[in-house]
């Protein structure tokens, strides 16, 4: 098998600060994590930006600046912006912070869907923030926007105008389906790399035989053009982790997927995630790409090349 590479996802925009006083929110913050799971032996570093103020979502080029010459400067690791920002930003707020950094790799959500986080209130906790409470309840009247001119967009400004390769986010099979049709019109170039999301309520759940149809989707759809990654909301994070390692995938962990190291005990930070599955990955007998290994796998442009 190949190397595998261990992508970190660093904050997020699902969890709210309330739900662990682990999860970084202020620049120092998400920047020690960062380079801290980078250490552990992270490859490629997935970040959304929050307001320091009260640890709400923000893709506001200022917040992305306060923490990225930071991690270039603390770490060697890929730098992954999210263009998925939050469900409640307009495309346009979303893609602010990316297309003023223009990182080596950025995020891409393959479809439009709903995404449910209200379940998260059936857990009783006081709230630091007033915004908190009403993020949660109404996401059960939210619609994650991802059209199909949305994606040709982003593939232009981004990847076409900025050289940024992507990290293309199927939360089903549909989405690997609306992937190759980019890919058909000569909008999406190999090597492709596909993270399977799975967990989220409104995408597919986090399940070994889910896991097993998307990838031979992607086998069908791309054949030998293609390298996936598996992450896994919630209590599945691990687990799934060990099975994509298994399969000759990578794997995706940090805060942002799941707030825990183990079942009742909140996560310390993102390296603690990274030391764990890794140490998973290698009792397997795989080895860890390093982040120049990882770049020279997706054919990224390089860390010199980026707009900070």
Not at 65 to 91: D, Q, W
Request: negative net charge.
């Amino acid at each position: 098998m190949s190397k595998i590479i261990i992508s970190c996802a660093i904050t997020g925009s699902i969890h709210t600060p309330s739900m662990s006083p682990h999860l970084p929110v202020t620049p120092a913050a998400i920047a020690e994590q960062a380079i801290g799971a980078a250490e552990a032996g992270a490859a490629i570093l997935h970040l959304h930006a929050r307001d320091p103020d009260d640890g709400r979502p923000s893709a506001d080029p200022a917040h992305f600046m306060a923490f990225l010459p930071r991690i270039k400067a603390g770490c060697e690791a890929v730098i992954n912006l999210s263009t998925g920002g939050s469900a409640v930003m307009t495309l346009d707020q979303r893609l602010a912070g990316p297309l003023a950094a223009a990182p080596e790799m950025a995020s891409l959500n393959m479809g439009t869907m709903n995404f449910a986080l209200y379940p998260m209130l059936g857990k009783e906790r006081a709230w630091l923030h007033d915004w908190e409470e009403p993020f949660l309840r109404n996401s059960d009247d939210l619609v994650f926007r991802n059209t199909p001119r949305d994606i040709e967009g982003i593939l232009r400004r981004l990847g076409a105008e900025r050289g940024a390769r992507f990290e293309f986010e199927c939360y089903d099979v549909g989405h690997l389906h609306m992937l190759a049709h980019f890919r058909d019109r000569g909008l999406v170039q190999a090597p492709i790399f596909i993270q399977f999301v799975m967990g989220v309520l409104g995408g597919i759940a986090a399940e070994p035989e889910h896991l097993a149809h998307m990838k031979a989707t992607a086998d069908r759809l791309f054949g030998d053009d293609y390298l996936f990654s598996t992450l896994a909301a919630g209590r599945q994070q691990m687990p799934m982790a060990a099975i994509s390692a298994g399969m000759g995938g990578h794997v995706r962990v940090g805060l942002e997927d799941n707030l825990f190291i183990a079942r009742g005990k909140l996560a310390e930070s993102n390296a603690e995630q990274v030391a764990r599955v890794r140490a998973i990955v290698e009792g397997m007998g795989r080895t860890v790409a390093t982040p120049d290994e990882a770049r020279e796998m997706l054919a990224l442009k390089g860390a010199d090349q980026v707009g900070f």
